[in-house]
Every structure is written in structure tokens, then in C-alpha cells.
């Protein structure tokens, strides 16, 4: 059966579809990034919110920005933007739900005027973004927002006709202003650091570019909660799409799946009101960093630990490696003795059952999350997860030899080239300058660190470097799993 609203009855009979009417929403929340991890996380609260009767003035609109956004247009269009969420556990059960919490979606580039008019809308009270670390345009090391970036040039001399998330959400803020509208919250659920204070910083300063006094107000008026959002949601398969055909008889040209495990903990700073998250299991808190830092260098920062080097050794499915009791020790290790230290305490979380639960999450053989997703964008993640375990560790006298091998790893995967020969495609915003780096380590083997843009002052320091050598020599001449072997030995 196509997915759509009037065959929803019918798949009614087979799968879980919203008991709410749909014709009665109205778009609350504006998003941009509708991708997979939308879907399965913030979608997914406002259904249930929605299946329990309430939230119905918070539908979502979603908008995308980029080319490639145009895909997604087409295939929730065709479906009422109706999509088929199927959580999947280790045991290889499938819990599918049809998800009706999203009920427009506008393709930026076709009419960028309606996309924001449609945020200018007062019954519009929140703009949310999962727009990838790398979204933010702002600089690796310097955290300065890149001004030269020509589509921000384009969206600061033609704000109706803007490009970017940053020139479409800012001119929609500036005719809310000019007709007494109160401004919407700017909620950003990416994995990022204070990833509130980080979009804040953004938009002020894409503002200050139209107009330093727009700057001002935009930082004083405009809230922008941190948030620290979990579930793992890897990207949609062929193979997906033909099991929600043959299992449940749902033609959906975009299904997602994802893990049971889901954590949602938001700051609650709403200038314009917000959804009432917490009956959905949200943890609204006054403040997030303790809870993003532990999942920012326990879960994302282990993914990286386990990404090059599963890669490397032959996985290409993150499950594979995480059963592998040589990987399941490593991940153990760096989190105990080198992320933990770096952890203030969590209120209400022990740690210890957190981190065995992780690995726990990554072995999950359904969910199929591969090794080439967590390796993608790689420049946008080391320095975000990673580095600040470095530095903090490197601060204090910590360990730093996971760390350091972990970065080596990347060096060594960065190459290109895996360990049967086989060619690796390297998917990175820094490719052109991270390879051909990556390939000159045999006559210099420092080459790939000396990327200050990416790495700052860390090939400086020698307690670093030394570890990081070693590692990449070990890579080199003996491969991953002998190395993770040595280190396994090394903290023995
Ligand atoms: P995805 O590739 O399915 O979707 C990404 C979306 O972001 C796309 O719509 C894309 O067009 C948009 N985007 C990318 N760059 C952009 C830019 N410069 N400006 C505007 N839009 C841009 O990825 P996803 O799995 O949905 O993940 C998106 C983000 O969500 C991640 O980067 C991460 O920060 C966060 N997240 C993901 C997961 C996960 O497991 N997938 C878990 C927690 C958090």
C-alpha cells in the first residue's frame, strides 16, 4: 500500500498510524535538516505528544536548504508527509509506527519568500535545526563564524533571496521585529558542544554582518536553549525500504529506523512557549553541559574511537566491531581512563552503567549502523568530541594515548588505502587538503597534524606527538588490531 492519508485506514490494521486528525495541526515549529535523525527523535516526541491529544498547534513545517534536500521534498510531498519510523532491537524485533507530526515541507531554493513568510508566522514560535556539526559555519579552532563563505555574503546583500539557514532564519526575525511579533526560540538539536550558545553566536553574528544594532537585539531577544539529544539513527537502505514493504505492506519512499534507546535533555529556555516535552519524556533541565559533555565523549567520541580502526581491521557495520571483544576493551578503556576524568558529575546517570550500555548500543546487529557514517565528515567530528578530551588531559597531566590513537587512525584511514589495498572513499568538507596530508606521512609523519585549522597547536606538543607516532608507526607496519592489541596490553 502507498503511503498516504487516505490509505492510512487500511495500514492502520497492520501498523500503529497517528490516532490524532491530522487536518486539524498547524505548524508551531519551523525545522531545518529533515533528515533521518529528525525524524526518528524530535518527530517522534511530537507524535506522541500528539497520539495523547495534545501539541496540536506544534506540527512541524520543514524546510531544506540544500540541493540534495530537494529528494526528501519529493518523497514526503508524495505521502502526505506521513514516514514509517521502525525501532529495531537487538533481538531482531521491529516496532513500526507511522509518524504524522511533520505536515509541510518547503524546498528553500524553489521559493526562499515562503519559507519565510512561513517562519514569520506568529503561530511559528520555535525554529529547530539538525543541520550537521558542519552546518554552523564557524571555524574549527578559532569557533569564529566564517564570514567569507560566499553563500553568507550572498543571504547579507540579498536577505529575500537568502540561501542559508542563517539568512532565511535572520530575515524572518527581522519582519517579526518590524510587525511587533515576538521572535521565536532557535532551538538547535545538533551534536555540538552548547550547541544553543553555539547557534547564538552564529545567528548574532550573521546578524552583525546585515547590522550591528539587529546583532544586538537578536542576542538579547532571541532565546537559544542547549540541548543533548541521543539516539542512534543510521541512514535509510534500500534494504530498509523493502522491509517495511514486506514485512508491513508500506510503500514509503523514505522510511527511518533507529535504535529503542532514545534521550532527549533540554534546557527550558522558551521565549515564545514551548511543547509540553516533559509528558513525552523529555528531561527539561536548567542546565545541559554536564549532560552533553558525557554524551558528547563517552558516545561520539567513542564512535570515532571505533570508526577508523574497525574500518581499517576490515568492518564495515559498527555492530561487528563493538562484538569484537578487542574493540568492546578499547572503547572501555578510553572512556574510563581518559574521557570519565574530563566529566563533571551527572545528576540522576551513573556512568558506569552508561558506558557498558553503549557498548551495548553499538552492538546492536539491527540497527545496521555502518562504519563509513560515523568516518564521514570526519574534520567536523574529532575536533568537536575528541580534541577537548586531549586538551583537557593534556592540561592535567591525564592519559592521552587513545586519544592520540585514535587521531592516528583517522591519519592512517585518511590515507585512503585500507589494509587488504582496497580503496577507501574518504568523505570529508577537507578532503582535497586531508588526503593528499594523509599521504605524505611515510616521509613525514607528522604531516597530517600539522593541519592547524583542524588540530590548533596539538603537533606541538610533544607528550601528544609522541603518543600519536607511536600509533601511526604501529598502524603502519603492524596494523589496526595489532595496535589496539599493544595498547590493550599497554594499560594492562
Ligand atoms: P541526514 O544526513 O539524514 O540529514 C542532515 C540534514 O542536514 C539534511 O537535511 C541536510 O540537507 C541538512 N544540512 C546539512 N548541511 C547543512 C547546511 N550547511 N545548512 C542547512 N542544512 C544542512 O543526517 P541526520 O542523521 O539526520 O543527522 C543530522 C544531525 O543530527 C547530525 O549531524 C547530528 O548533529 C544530529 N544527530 C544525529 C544522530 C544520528 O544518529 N543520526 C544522533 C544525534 C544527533
Redesign the pocket.
Known sequence: TPLSSTTLPEIAGRVPVPSYDRSALRTGIVH??????????QAMYLDRLMSEGGAHEWAVTGV???P??RR?QEALAKQDHLYTLVVKSPDGSLEPRVIGSIRDYLFAPDDPERVIECMADPGVRIVS?????????FHAVTGEFVVDNPDVVHDVAEPAASR??FGLVTEALVRRRARGIPPFTVMS????QG?GDVARRCFTSFAALRDPELAAWVGAEVCFPNSM????????TEDDRAEVRERFGIDDAWPVV?EPFTQWVLEDRFGAGRPPYEDAGVQLVSDVEPYELMKLRLLNASHQAIAYFGYLAGYRLVHDAAQDQLFARFLLSYMDVEATPTLEPVPGIDLDGYKLELVERFSNAGVR?TLA?LCA?SS?RIPKWLLPVVRLNLASGGEVHRSAAVVASWARYAEGVDEQGEPIEVVDPLRDVLVPAARQQGADPLSFLRNRDVFGDLVDDERFTTAYLWALDSLHTKGARATLEALAADSA
Open positions: 531545518f535538516g529533515v533528515g533521518g535523525f529528525h525524524r526518528a527523535h531544506g536548504v540544500l540534495g534536500d526528501m535545526l539538525t543541520i550537521t556539526e558542519g552546518g554552523y559555519n542559508t539557514a538539536c545538533d551534536n555540538i550547541n539529544v541521543d539516539r542512534i539513527t543510521p541512514v535509510t533507529c549502523d557514517r565528515e567536523d
